[in-house]
């Protein structure tokens, strides 16, 4: 079955760094958009980056733009996103999450990512 493991949270000073990973199995990772979803303390969930199947496409939201940048290995099929420059608004449960089988090219709506990791907390805290 389709497995995704986060790795790589914790507990870092503003300014700081960090870089997670998303070890994947039970799929065809080559095939798939990949994305890094988050959810901070009282708020809903936010898309923060995609990745294209052939890594050469990325998305970033407005608010991580600039600081964050993912990457994908799809001989190894692992997901990344290092993390530049962070702030105590970058708080939250950090998600790896693959779309359906059915969605081809991109997702246009939350509802089409159908397996998530467990999710790994980042902390910014001084």
């Known amino acids: 079955q389709v497995q995704l493991v986060e790795s790589g949270g914790g507990l870092v000073q503003p300014g700081g760094s960090l870089r997670l990973s998303c070890a994947t199995s039970?799929?065809?990772?080559?095939?798939?958009?990949m994305y890094w979803i988050r959810q901070a303390p009282g708020k809903g969930l936010e898309r923060v980056s995609a990745?294209?199947?052939?890594?050469?496409?990325?998305r970033y939201s407005d608010s991580v733009k600039g600081r964050f940048t993912i990457s994908r290995d799809n001989i190894k099929k692992m997901l990344y996103l290092q993390m530049n420059d962070l702030t105590s608004e970058d708080t939250a449960v950090y998600y790896c999450?693959?779309?359906?089988?059915?969605?081809?090219?991109?997702?246009?709506?939350?509802?089409?990512?159908?397996?998530w990791g467990e999710g790994i907390q980042v902390t910014v805290s001084s």
């Open positions: 039970g799929f065809t990772f080559r095939n798939y958009w």
């Open positions: 990745i294209s199947n052939d890594g050469y496409l990325s």
């Open positions: 999450a693959k779309p359906k089988a059915t969605v081809n090219g991109e997702i246009t709506d939350l509802s089409d990512l159908s397996s």
